[in-house]
């Protein structure tokens, strides 16, 4: 950590007199929690009062005070930004008085809010959640210029634009020169903080990002994932960069939203003997947003109806991109059958159960999700969007949604592993006839940080597909989707030194998958790594006690998004026998044909422990890039959660044959 102790003092002067760094305006001695709010760069902590009027009687605020800024008269400023967040860590010590702390930051005060849980973290403390409002990553390169070289009337100009500050302070000389001083001073120590990108704290972080915002964009706030061990998401603000102060009304609603939600799970929590801090909640609230939107005259980019995705991607991809992503083996008749399944099966609502929100996170080999979905492995990605499979990682990472990348990506293992930080991900892996290929994929995967291996069993003949036969268009064959073995030493080894573009690609065409595999390859597959293993492609009760068998520690079943045999069964419907083959202790996927958070609830009550999520975020992708697929994955995790206390179930423990209409026959 750059210009960070790593054991921080607790400052003397903070811990003596807790009253130079924390303000309280609105004193609430019943309330149930203190808000902790930091000002931006210049900001003073009378910047939060609105804010502070505007919370609940249950919220208490306390306002940052950092040293010299009430009033204004020239005192000296932090040298670094470790300074004031060991001042406040230390006050907040002193003034301690066991009430659950929620720190939320402003600009380059999130950073601050950021050190200090770090801090309090390190000396046996731990914020309960951070909110972070108008702020990059702290990781990331903030790329603003030095203020000290811009000069007065530009920077003043620049506040204007930004807002935030009452034209009257601006208009007024004096205080317009001392405003100018604390920004520039503030502005430094923000350009000189840099924390290593692997640093985080135990705290799920909220980003409050006003739509409006001249400065950050959505695009920057996936990074605010890694820095955080449990959960992250994004919620949209009404407004332009200072939202959070200049509307604190609707500010207020969805900050308190998540401190009454952490401290009634932490209370469940303690009711029923465990510990830990409050769960993270994985998402904003989707509809309540929309609809907050609406009421502005603004409507969403995308559709919410995610079975409208393949027809709004048909009329924006590329022809022959769309027919790659949407076709289907033969007639299609595997794909329709696989929604036929799931709109055959109706959910029987339950009432007055209690449940107030659904808990939908799951624990998979040992690692917990926020949500049973993850991302399946879809090829090529780059025929969607230039960004491929880079932009999907960085939305998974964003929404709390793993992402299992195809080995016939578009970007490498490596690539992707940046984009997705320390968010989980899984390898999906086609094993190549050249076996020293398949062994560099998984060493690679290994030290890439990709915490599973999905091995595709049911792709080692390539189904008849008349959409890309027809357009006579395949993404490899043009050097799309390639990327993983370009980019492999052991590939690159079996090439003449002087191959071209055509060679490679014919060399990827000669040993990409291999027909011949058996049963025994699975067990030399096992014996390569220790990472969980699952097999993707099962459909037939006896192929998945096999795949037990030869080493498989979890199974995927599939029908490749029915694109691989024309007429076959539909994954829904293998899910109950394989799911009876193996018992209830093997960990059992299925992906074809969702769509929905109902398709994902189905699935759960016939056996699935989780679901693969395939072509819509792809459209997703080729409809808004980065954006589309965390539209995609928001909605339809809001919609997984509503359907779950709908039925009325609390958690995904509730949830079984008996929330289907004649579940107890099945």
């Known amino acids: 950590m750059t210009n960070t102790p790593t054991a921080a003092p607790v400052s003397p ?72 967040a060991a001042g406040v860590a230390g006050a907040l010590a002193a003034a301690s008085d066991g009430r659950p702390l929620f720190l939320l930051g402003h600009s380059m005060g999130a950073l601050v809010a950021f050190e200090t849980a770090r801090l309090l973290e390190e000396h046996g403390g731990a914020a309960a959640r951070l909110f972070v409002s108008a702020a990059r990553p702290p990781a990331q390169d903030w790329e603003e ?126 009711a029923s003997g465990t510990s830990g801090a409050p769960d993270p909640e994985p998402l904003a609230d989707l509809v309540r947003e929309l609809m907050l939107e609406g009421l502005a005259g603004r409507t969403p980019r995308l559709t919410t109806d995610l079975t409208a995705l393949e027809a709004a991607a048909g009329r924006v991809m590329a022809p022959e991109a769309f027919a790659y992503v949407s076709g289907t083996a033969g007639s299609g008749a595997t794909g329709r059958a696989g929604r036929a399944a799931f709109d055959r099966l109706r959910l029987v609502p339950r ?82 006839s050249d076996r020293a290929v398949g062994e560099s994929l998984v060493r690679r995967a290994e030290a890439s940080g990709y915490a599973a291996i999905v091995v595709t069993v049911d792709a080692t003949h390539l189904g008849f597909r008349p959409a890309e036969l027809d357009s006579g268009y395949s993404p490899f064959l043009r050097g799309t989707g390639i990327a993983n073995f370009t980019s492999d030493p052991a590939f690159r080894a079996g090439l003449p030194a002087d191959a071209d573009a055509t060679a490679t690609v014919l060399r990827w065409a000669q040993i990409s998958t291999d027909p011949t595999l058996t049963w025994e390859d699975l067990a030399r597959l096992r014996g390569l790594t220790r990472l969980p293993l699952l097999v993707k492609g099962i459909l037939h009760p006896d192929d998945a006690r096999l795949a037990l068998e030869h080493g498989a520690d979890g199974l995927v079943v599939s029908t490749h998004g029915g694109r691989q045999l024309d007429g076959s069964v539909s994954a829904l419907d293998a899910l109950p026998a394989v799911r009876a083959a193996v018992g209830p202790g093997v960990p059992v996927l ?77």
């Open 13 to 84: 002067a903070g811990a003596a007199d807790p009253s130079r760094w924390l303000r309280t305006y609105h004193p609430r001695a019943a309330a149930a929690a203190r808000l902790v709010c930091f000002p931006h760069a210049g900001g003073a902590a009378n910047a939060f009062v609105a804010l502070s009027a505007a919370l609940p009687e249950d919220v208490e605020l306390l306002a940052v005070q950092y040293p010299g800024r009430q009033d204004r008269r020239g005192e000296p400023c932090a040298q670094d930004l470790s300074e004031l």
């Open 145 to 270: 210029p030095d203020l000290a070289l811009v000069g007065d009337a530009e920077l003043v100009a620049g506040l204007r634009r930004l807002g935030g500050i009452p034209e009257p302070l601006l208009a007024d000389p004096e205080i317009a020169a001392e405003i100018l001083r604390l920004l520039r001073a503030d502005h430094r120590a923000l350009l000189r903080h840099r924390c290593a990108p692997g640093t985080a704290v135990a705290a799920p972080v909220t980003v409050l990002l006003a739509a409006a915002d001249p400065k950050n964009s959505l695009a920057q706030m996936a990074d605010w994932a890694r820095h955080t061990l449990r959960g992250h998401e994004v919620v949209t603000l009404s407004g332009g960069h200072f939202a959070l102060l200049e509307r604190p009304a609707a500010s207020a609603l969805p900050v308190t939203e998540r401190i009454r939600g952490d401290l009634a799970r932490a209370e469940e929590s303690g």
């Open 351 to 432: 009432m007055l159960r209690g449940t107030r929100r659904a808990d939908t996170s799951v624990t998979l080999f040992g690692q917990r999700l926020p949500a049973p979905v993850l991302l399946a492995p879809l090829a090529a990605q780059q025929v969607a969007h230039p960004e491929g499979e880079s932009a999907t990682a960085r939305a998974a990472a964003a929404t709390g949604v793993p992402m299992v990348l195809s080995t016939f990506a578009s970007r490498t293992l490596e690539e992707v592993a940046e984009a997705a930080g320390d968010h989980p991900r899984w390898f999906q892996l086609y094993l190549p």
């Open 590 to 666: 299925m992906d074809s044909g969702v769509r929905t958070g109902s398709d994902v609830l189905k699935a759960l009550a016939l056996g699935a422990d989780a679901v693969l999520y395939g072509r819509p975020y792809v459209y997703g992708l080729g409809l808004d890039g980065r954006r589309g697929v965390e539209h995609v994955l928001r909605c339809l995790l809001t919609d997984l959660g509503l359907a779950l206390a709908l039925t009325g179930c609390a958690s995904l423990a509730d949830v079984g044959p008996h929330v289907l209409a004649n579940g107890d026959l099945r």
